[in-house]
């Protein structure tokens, strides 16, 4: 299947869905081609409406494809009420339908048994209504003077830095290992820099990183320093650079094993509130160098790190511009009102339909939803229709809250990993935005 792009414009935004043969819900098995789409334009449906999911399969050779038993599942973005069947292929085809009443998603889930037993789970969404998706709850009254006493707690504690010069193959551009105190630990990444800059003469960019454990991305720094920038890649733990896998892998099954959760019932003990600290930190650092311009702070991450480029515009008034992809940590109290929390989801119904209410009291303080009321630069966000990780529902209800300027880009198939495409379209935009700054 050939890449190709559609534009959708929705609202007087201009909203972005890339069509991959590396993305998109298009699987190749075996003689098998596999293909699932909600069958309205851009995946979109007024509120009422009823969706069609087409599920198509073909073979590579155009022979017929015989009458392959289908497993399907429509939810709401992942939670209840779902709706179940088994079916069977007819001329290559199936088609299952779902309707919502309310600004939301369904999630359509096929899985394909093909010849010899092996199993194939397409996925695909369809947005109703998403612009009115609003929060499920308001932004606690105390929340930004709770934020406000964690930039106090932090700015009493000096940075410290230390920037280790690391060998790097490009004489144009510098790069440092870059340590520094903060709270409950360390801030630690790779700041790349273009060789020789002059005094206030760089726009910055901080790089915050996805779920995961591992070491500060070199390459992510150096890719925009190359474009001008001085940038900060950081790791979200404050841990050793360069070290061999085994190190991170002993960390992630050991200490840091499902660090998301770490406190999650005390806003005071939650990671979020020590990552939010270091993302703080990373800001403080960048704003330190001589050579930024002191104008321009780009805020830039995907998932988790999408999450903290929303709470990096709130925390730090000198972020001229965010720029969360499929952003996590957003709506964890969509619970309350039967709909689905964002990555981690902090909590789930039991058996009861019972949620920890002490778990959402306390992840109100570290939600990007929340964060985002507070943004007053432009926003540019990115949101997966047929996303399972950080759903699409939580990701409209953080962006309802944005108040300045913003878009939002649909990836229309994609699920959790964003397109190269888009993400190459919107660094280019980030580097016109800067050149625009400066006239």
Not at 176 to 186: C, E, H, I, P, R
Not at 361 to 378: L, T
Not at 402 to 417: D, F, L, M, N, Q
């Amino acid at each position: 299947m050939k890449n190709m792009v559609k534009f959708i414009l929705i609202g007087g935004f201009l909203l972005f869905g890339a069509l991959s043969a590396a993305i998109a819900e298009t699987k190749t098995e075996g003689d098998y081609v596999l293909h699932i789409k909600a069958t309205a334009d851009g995946s979109l449906y007024k509120k009422g409406d009823t969706a069609d999911f087409l599920l198509s399969v073909s073979k590579k050779d155009g022979s017929e494809v015989e009458p392959l038993d289908v497993d399907w599942e429509i939810s709401k973005d992942s939670v209840e009420p779902k709706t179940f069947g088994k079916s069977k292929l007819s001329g290559g085809k199936l088609k299952v339908s779902g309707k919502l009443d309310e600004a939301g998603f369904l999630k359509c889930s096929m899985t394909v048994k093909l010849p010899g037993g092996k199993k194939v789970q397409m996925l695909a969404g369809a947005g109703f209504a998403p612009a009115e998706i609003e929060p499920s709850m308001p932004v606690p009254s105390d929340f930004k003077a709770y934020w406000d006493k964690q930039r106090e707690i932090l700015s009493s504690i000096p940075m410290n830095a230390k920037m280790s010069r690391v060998d790097y193959k490009d004489p144009k551009i510098e790069v440092f290992d870059v340590q520094a105190d903060s709270f409950n630990g360390l801030m630690t990444g790779y700041y790349a820099r273009p060789a020789g800059s002059k005094p206030k003469s760089c726009p910055a960019v901080v790089l915050p990183h996805g779920a995961g454990v591992c070491t500060s991305w070199m390459g992510n720094a150096v890719n925009w320093a190359k474009n001008g920038f001085i940038a900060l890649d950081f790791n979200a733990h404050g841990i050793k650079n360069g070290q061999p896998q085994e190190f991170y892998d002993n960390l992630k099954k050991g200490k840091l094993n499902a660090y998301p959760h770490f406190g999650a019932n005390d806003r005071d003990k939650t990671f979020f509130r020590t990552l939010y600290m270091r993302l703080m930190r990373a800001m403080d650092f960048l704003k330190s160098q001589p050579e930024w311009d002191g104008k321009v702070l780009v805020a830039y991450g995907t998932s988790q790190g999408g999450g903290q480029a929303i709470a990096a515009a709130a925390l730090d008034d000198k972020v001229s511009l965010t720029v969360p992809f499929v952003p996590a940590i957003c709506d964890h109290s969509g619970i309350t009102i039967g709909r689905t929390n964002g990555w981690p989801h902090f909590t789930k119904l039991d058996k009861d339909g019972k949620y920890r209410k002490d778990i959402v009291e306390a992840v109100r303080y570290i939600d990007a939803m929340n964060f985002a009321a507070f943004i007053k630069c432009p926003a540019i966000f990115t949101v997966g229709f047929a996303d399972p990780t950080c759903q699409p529902t939580s990701v409209y209800a953080a962006y309802s809250n944005v108040k300045s300027p913003k878009k939002i880009y649909v990836c229309e198939e994609a699920r959790h990993t964003v397109p190269a495409e888009h993400y190459r379209k919107v660094f280019d935009e980030v580097v016109k935005y800067v050149k625009e700054s400066k006239k």
